[in-house]
């Protein structure tokens, strides 16, 4: 029973990721047809469709995705773009074998495919209101889920549509402190639900928007004994807030505190941190917090993770937990000086 249900419940889970995909950025790919060369090959809601079928039919498709490292935007426009070749080489082979006629159109669209800055720029826009857009969305359904509706409904009030906070007091009966306090579980919602638009993640599509106090934790399992290094990605949201946002690490017992110096209000580059420490259990926490400080705008961390650096045995050089002749080998094999 159990072998004739698995396949149906990977199918079930394929069609669901497929789904998503679908729904999230068929705008984004339809602006990238729509801002090149390729109208001339049909409507852009068809050609994206017709790549769609193409290539999530195979079961591998987002699975090489995710093996690439490549951002799902980016690895979508290679996609598409292929996909369009491929469609050109198509049609000039049904051309070459049916009645003469015209090739311009064909030939025109084919030979805009090499102009793709203005369609890269128009996904890169349809893409960035598609993640507002779903950001929106799930934080409106966050808050409605957990019965707190109406935080989003007083920040929709004073953030679009530009009411004062008395104002607000007045019509809802809640106090101008609760309306703040309201405005901070909005942006707290949607730290976790999506991503910031600060520029581009450090890795992969999404990064974490810490706000003023927001914090990430994680109960990992470690070997006592054993040294640990903790790695992640510092960057920060700039468009308000202190000049400095400041991040503390804490890795079991090892604490420290790292800074991002803001450059002006555009997107901030990012840059590596690290924390060592030594393991004296099994299970070891680590704790990401923002001290930024009665801002919105924060901190943005990425690419975290954490590694076993310690060596068990200095002479086991091949790791296989004995010092022997194999290890003298390697030893020899590679001695002399280090590559630069």
């Known amino acids: 029973m159990d072998a004739d249900?698995?396949?149906?419940?990977?199918?079930?889970?394929?069609?669901?990721?497929?789904?998503?995909?679908?729904?999230?950025?068929?705008?984004?790919l339809r602006?990238?047809?729509?801002?090149?060369?390729?109208?001339?090959?049909?409507?852009?809601?068809?050609?994206?469709?017709?790549?769609f079928a193409s290539r999530l039919d195979k079961p591998d498709y987002l699975l090489q995705w995710r093996e690439s490292g490549l951002p799902l935007r980016r690895w979508l426009m290679n996609g598409l773009l292929l996909h369009l070749h491929e469609r050109a080489r198509a049609e000039r082979r049904m051309l070459r074998r049916a009645e003469p006629c015209d090739p311009g159109p064909l030939e025109r669209v084919a030979g805009a495919m090499d102009h793709a800055p203005e369609a890269e720029r128009a996904m890169d826009r349809a893409w960035a209101?598609?993640?507002?857009?779903?950001?929106?969305?799930?934080?409106?359904?966050?808050?409605?889920?957990?019965?707190?509706?109406?935080?989003?409904?007083?920040?929709?009030?004073?953030?679009?549509e530009g009411a004062a906070h008395d104002a607000i007091a007045r019509e809802t009966g809640v106090s101008v402190k609760e309306l703040k306090a309201h405005a901070k579980l909005v942006q707290r919602v949607r730290a976790s639900s999506s991503c910031n638009t600060q520029g581009a993640p450090k890795f992969g599509d999404f990064f974490v928007d810490l706000l003023d106090a927001g914090e990430i934790r994680q109960a990992i399992a470690t070997t006592p004994g054993k040294s640990y290094r903790l790695t992640f990605w510092l960057s920060g949201d700039c468009a308000g807030g202190p000049a400095t946002k400041r991040v503390t690490?804490?890795?079991?017992?090892?604490?420290?505190?790292?800074?991002?110096a803001c450059v002006g209000s555009a997107v901030q580059a990012w840059r590596s941190c690290t924390l060592e420490?030594?393991?004296?259990?099994?299970?070891?926490?680590?704790?990401?917090?923002s001290l930024a400080g009665g801002s919105s705008n924060g901190p943005?961390?990425?690419?975290?993770?954490?590694?076993?650096?310690?060596?068990?045995?200095?002479?086991?050089?091949?790791?296989?937990?004995?010092?022997?002749?194999s290890d003298i080998g390697?030893?020899?094999?590679?001695?002399?000086?280090?590559?630069?």
């Open 249 to 260: 690490a804490s890795l079991g017992s090892a604490t420290q505190n790292f800074d991002h």
């Open 129 to 160: 209101d598609a993640v507002v857009q779903a950001a929106v969305r799930d934080t409106v359904q966050a808050l409605e889920q957990s019965g707190r509706a109406q935080a989003w409904a007083t920040f929709r009030r004073h953030f679009v």
């Open 330 to 340: 390697l030893v020899l094999l590679n001695f002399g000086p280090c590559p630069q």
């Open 277 to 289: 420490f030594i393991a004296n259990s099994a299970i070891t926490n680590l704790s990401l917090k």
């Open 31 to 51: 602006a990238y047809v729509q801002g090149g060369g390729w109208r001339g090959f049909g409507e852009s809601a068809d050609l994206v469709n017709g790549f």
């Open 5 to 28: 249900i698995a396949p149906s419940i990977a199918q079930a889970a394929r069609a669901e990721l497929n789904a998503h995909v679908m729904s999230r950025c068929f705008e984004p």
């Open 300 to 325: 943005l961390v990425d690419g975290v993770r954490v590694e076993d650096i310690s060596i068990s045995c200095a002479g086991d050089v091949d790791g296989d937990g004995e010092v022997t002749g």
